[in-house]
């Protein structure tokens, strides 16, 4: 009879601490978000945002924003989303690839952006933090201090102890198993934490993490490979002809991107004159391009320009939102090497760099009522949001990733590497490249995977589950180009289904 109390007693205690949407409140409800501006309806699951601070001197603060599933919220993945960079906020996911809403320009221009629910949301499929990271970065900032200084090493401590703070608050999820993902330079980010998530693991660091793998989508990884990458890539799709492809083979003899010798760098020239047109992030995508200074005096800025061009930069994609886009990886054709990197806004002083603007995303953040919100600190505090900071220095200082890949992988921990085909800045050739270089055996060799009866893309599975995978016509933030295909290839392998 007292087992039977004990058990009614349990199931009493779980039905008081269960919300109706099946998440245990112990959550703090001064994180909870109510409502958002633009948006009219009700959530279709819970979400939370709010600051995390580490350390002391100086304190960091560390924004996010946390989607609750909303398939099975107490069983589905928790999975972190990083955006790359470095310096880049991850708020670029949650507005621009597989937030939980689709965001519509406002009418007239200026006014804020109206939100509908996203049907391709990761959140379909799993629990979802967004983190803006490191400190200095989006809505993230550092409390008394004027030294915006980081790296590969720090940032990824600084998400471990940002992590094991979170779970504290939202234990309820700590049964769930736990998964990074990230893309463009957290191909940087999502190893080295994971390599720091795991350490703590092995160190029983409270709590315990139920860590189970990562993902990473074109993801910088080691300066060789990525370096080597676009010129087969450019051949390989047809933007080089066999002639230029051939001269860059005999004067550079495979090194494409550290060469010295005038006559490979001659031939580099005739490959980076043909692609110099082109979108970087998408080579089928359209692009605002620099007209150069002089042209500039003529026309004044873009709102003075004809029609026909200022429409130049808009997308096929229903809502178009993302009508240029802001650097979120490196220069094609300079691979990221050891020191300290440059940030785009940085390199956007001294170079053109096409695609830049994300208007919509900006003129939403930076509204009070929205900051207020979703719990954000006032511009007094954080600056302006922007995509990408200029207030950090950032010293890539972990070297190749391919070391974190194999250590990871021996250790059992699933990898999916997944590259949009059609990305130049981070070419899938590179990433292919690297992959078969761990040497391990194929399972599946290369072949397409389905969607909706159409060949999605193409896959080939590693032993120590690893899996290569390419999104067929998808640039450089995949789920941004193909929200539906990613996220079939996202729920299923987070289910452990075969993609």
Known sequence: ????????????????????????????????VTHLPGFNGSFPSKHYSGYISIGESPQKNL????????????????????????????????????????????????????????????????????????????????KNSSQHITGDVETASDTHTFLLQWFKQFPEFLPNPFYISGESYAGIYVPTLASQV????????????????????????????DGNALVPFAHGMGLISDNIYKKVEATCKGNYYDSQENSCLLSLGLVFEAISGLNVYDILEPCYYD?????????????????????????????????????????????????IVQLWPQIAEKISIPCVDDEVATLWLNQEAVRKAIHAEPESV?????????????????GS????????????YRALIFSGDHDMCVPFTGTQAWTASLGYKILNEWRAWVTNAQVAGYLQRYENDLTFLTVKGAGHTVPEYKPQEALQFYSRWLDGKPI
């Open 291 to 339: 007209m150069g200074t002089e042209q500039k005096d003529k026309v004044g800025n873009k709102s003075n320009l004809p029609q026909s061009f200022q429409q130049l930069g808009a997308t096929e994609r229903p809502l178009g939102v993302r009508k240029r886009m802001f650097g979120r990886a490196w220069p094609m054709g300079a691979p990221v090497r050891d020191g």
């Open 198 to 225: 795991v350490k703590g693991i092995k160190n029983h660091a409270k709590p315990i993490i139920n860590f189970k793998g990562y993902m990473v989508g074109n993801g910088v990884t080691d300066e060789s490979f």
């Open 382 to 398: 954080t600056g302006p949001w922007m995509l990408c900071t200029r207030g950090i220095r950032y010293n890539h200082d972990a």
């Open 63 to 142: 924004f996010y924003y946390f989607v609750v599933s909303e398939r099975n919220p107490l069983k589905d993945p928790v999975v972190l989303w990083l955006n790359g960079g470095p310096g880049c906020s991850s708020f670029d996911g949650f507005v621009y690839e597989h937030g939980p809403f689709n965001f519509e320009e406002g009418k007239p221009k200026g006014n804020l952006p109206r939100l509908h629910l996203n049907p391709f949301s990761w959140s379909k499929v799993s629990n979802i933090i967004y983190l803006d990271s490191p400190a200095g970065v989006g809505f993230s900032y550092w």
């Open 1 to 32: 009879m007292a087992s039977v109390m004990i058990i009614i007693k349990q199931l009493f205690l779980f039905l008081l601490l269960t919300s109706f949407n099946g998440v245990i409140e112990a959550a703090p409800q001064g994180s909870l």
């Open 401 to 412: 990733m391919i070391p974190y890949h194999r250590n990871l992988t021996l250790q059992g």
